[in-house]
């Protein structure tokens, strides 16, 4: 059947995987109750996928609703190649009416591998013929300059959510901003801790974000980071399980990835001659965390970061499909490193 105006094609890909998360969210929502909801859901990895799967799921039609949608993450692992490529573009160009797809890239920073992918569906949507009904949708994780501004605006969302009007002050956010990097996820997780500090009644202020968020956190996790690259084994996991008695332990992963990766870009600044202020305005981190930077990676070379920040991302992944808890990564990560 050929590709009708009700049938929808969404492409979301990007570096900010919360806010793609967050748009993955409201399109399950908009599909109603979740007993029929789940019903009429697929949702499909790359990494795994049997080709077929798709077109299959795709082309279900709907029980005791109107329509269908299909979630497809990693369609540049799944459809690679030009066979690859052909039977995805057949498969979008004869859609139902009654299915939605998404496909979702997440993209790492300094890994993006899709470009390919991403040129193929740009000469997709625009060639002769092609599907016009794709709507592309690019997430980019905020710089130094913008979070401030992000964090005041996710403040305001989540307040919202629950029918109140709390707002947090320019310093404070600047505060939470140099905490968090770039990790919108746990961004929005300090904000939701915040709100509940406050009793969503009053401004967050500096103050509330020091007595509430995670700087002792950050400071313990570049400790736990110190003691790894000496392979101090003992003291990795006691700095590690007194992190884990005070914080939820997704937020200590994230803290550690986020490190590492920071790690990664500092040393290959610095092998190429870079000094603590080409970090700070490559990266860019504040001189101070430039300078914590650039102290720590001097234990570490760049061949041995790289394997580090390809063993996190196996770790996630085991993560994100269940053969792995969050702690026995993080214990397992310790061990690996230390041997």
């Avoid at 949708?137 to 305001?156: A, V």
């Avoid at 939701?192 to 500090?197: G, R, S």
């Avoid at 092998?271 to 930077?293: M, Y």
Wanted: negative net charge; hydrophobic residues 40%; aromatic residues 6%.
């Amino acid at each position: 059947m050929p590709v009708t105006a009700t049938s929808e094609i969404f492409f979301l890909y990007g570096t900010d995987e919360y806010a793609m998360v967050q748009q993955i969210n409201k399109r399950i929502r908009e599909m109603g109750p979740a007993t029929t909801a789940d019903l009429n859901i697929t949702r499909l990895d790359g990494k795994t996928l049997d080709m077929d799967a798709l077109q299959t799921a795709a082309n279900a039609v709907p029980f005791l609703s109107d329509k269908r949608l299909v979630i497809l993450e990693n369609p540049s692992v799944g459809f690679k190649g030009p066979d690859g490529l052909t039977k995805l573009s057949g498969i979008l160009r004869n859609l139902p009416p009654t299915t939605t797809v998404l496909l979702i890239e997440f993209l790492e920073p300094q890994y993006n591998r899709n470009y390919a992918f991403l040129n193929w569906l740009k000469q997709l949507i625009s060639s002769k013929g092609g599907i016009n009904n794709i709507q592309t949708h690019e997430f980019k994780l905020p710089d130094e300059n913008q979070l401030p501004g992000w964090i005041i605006n996710e403040t305001s969302r989540q307040a919202q959510a629950h029918q109140k009007s709390v707002r947090i002050e320019p310093t404070a956010a600047e505060h939470l901003a140099e905490m968090v990097g770039e990790d919108t996820r746990l961004a929005s997780q300090e904000i939701a801790k915040l709100l509940e500090y406050v009793d969503y009644s009053r401004p967050i202020t500096i103050q509330e974000v020091d007595q509430v968020s995670i700087a002792t956190a950050h400071q313990d996790v570049f400790v736990l980071v110190d003691a790894l690259g000496k392979k101090q084994g003992q003291k990795a996991q006691l700095v590690l399980h007194q992190l884990l008695e005070v914080d939820e332990a997704f937020s200590i992963w994230g803290m550690v990835v986020r490190q590492f990766r920071l790690l990664l870009q500092a040393r290959e600044i610095m092998d190429a001659g870079g000094r603590k202020d080409d970090i700070a305005r490559e990266i860019p981190v504040h001189s101070f965390v430039a300078g914590k930077l650039a102290e720590q990676a001097r234990q570490f070379d760049l061949a041995g970061l790289e394997l580090i920040y390809h063993r996190l991302v196996e770790l996630d992944e085991s993560m994100k499909s269940g053969q792995l808890t969050i702690d026995l990564a993080l214990d397992l990560l310790v061990v690996e490193l230390c041997a």
